[in-house]
């Protein structure tokens, strides 16, 4: 079946790149998205990847897209402590599926 | 425009309980969702629907029940509560289908059922 992984936490710097990364095992994925929960609110949808395009970049944001391995990335660079949330990946296949969420990876600035 | 808001913001319930917890969006969205969030478990989507009137089955539907009367809201009830319900509840709502648009999310419930 469908399924989204990701580590459940990452510790980083403040000032450094973060890279949370994600594989899920639907080949027809369509869509892939990156969701940030901060403490205590929803989710709230950050970006997302089409399935044709390899790399996406949106301010300090990078998306890369590894098709071939089923596998997907964000990376945020000079990660301040605004950033410290839970960053969930999600995939559907098409428009009207279902979106499945992966676990979520805890993002920890360190000082 | 409020978004996506959800009442009430925690709840604590003894066993056998009933309750419903009210969803509401003024984005005019035709579909709306229901997700539970478990440490570890991420967001497991419970039921949904794609317009008034109409309701649908998620991943984890069993012992939830939903309406949909009007457009703007989204009802999820708990006939008889039970301890393995402890969650927190997101709502959610988008225009277009799931995998189309943004879905907006409410800021949760948390309820606890003992």
């Known amino acids: 079946g469908e399924d989204v992984e990701q580590s459940l936490f990452l510790s980083v710097r403040e000032g450094d790149s973060s890279v949370i990364n994600c594989t899920y095992t639907?080949?027809?994925?369509?869509?892939l998205y990156w969701y940030k929960q901060e403490p205590g609110a929803g989710l709230q949808l950050l970006t997302y990847?089409?399935?044709?395009?390899d790399m996406k970049q949106d301010q300090r944001l990078t998306v890369l897209l590894n098709k071939k391995d089923k596998h997907l990335s964000l990376r945020i660079a000079d990660t301040q402590t605004g950033d410290s949330a839970i960053y969930f990946c999600?995939?559907?296949?098409?428009?009207?599926?279902?979106?499945?969420f992966g676990k979520g990876t805890r993002l920890h600035i360190l000082p | 425009n409020a978004g996506v808001t959800q009442t009430p913001k925690f709840r604590v319930l003894k066993t056998g309980q009933s309750m419903t917890l009210l969803c509401a969006q003024d984005?005019?969205?035709?579909?709306m969702y229901w997700y539970r969030q478990d440490p570890g478990m991420g967001l497991r989507l419970i039921h949904y629907?794609?317009?008034?009137?109409?309701?649908a089955k998620g991943e984890v539907p069993d012992g939830y029940n939903v309406s949909r009367l009007k457009k703007q809201n989204f009802l999820l009830g708990l006939e008889s509560a039970a301890p393995s319900q402890t969650s927190v509840y997101f709502c959610?709502?988008?225009?277009?289908?799931?995998?189309?648009?943004?879905?907006?999310f409410g800021p949760g419930t948390r309820l606890t059922v003992l």
């Open positions: 959610a709502s988008s225009y277009g289908g799931q995998g189309a648009d943004e879905q907006f």
């Open positions: 639907d080949s027809s994925s369509t869509y």
């Open positions: 990847i089409f399935s044709n395009m």
């Open positions: 999600a995939e559907s296949r098409n428009r009207d599926d279902k979106i499945i």
């Open positions: 984005m005019n969205h035709e579909y």
């Open positions: 629907s794609v317009g008034e009137g109409t309701t």
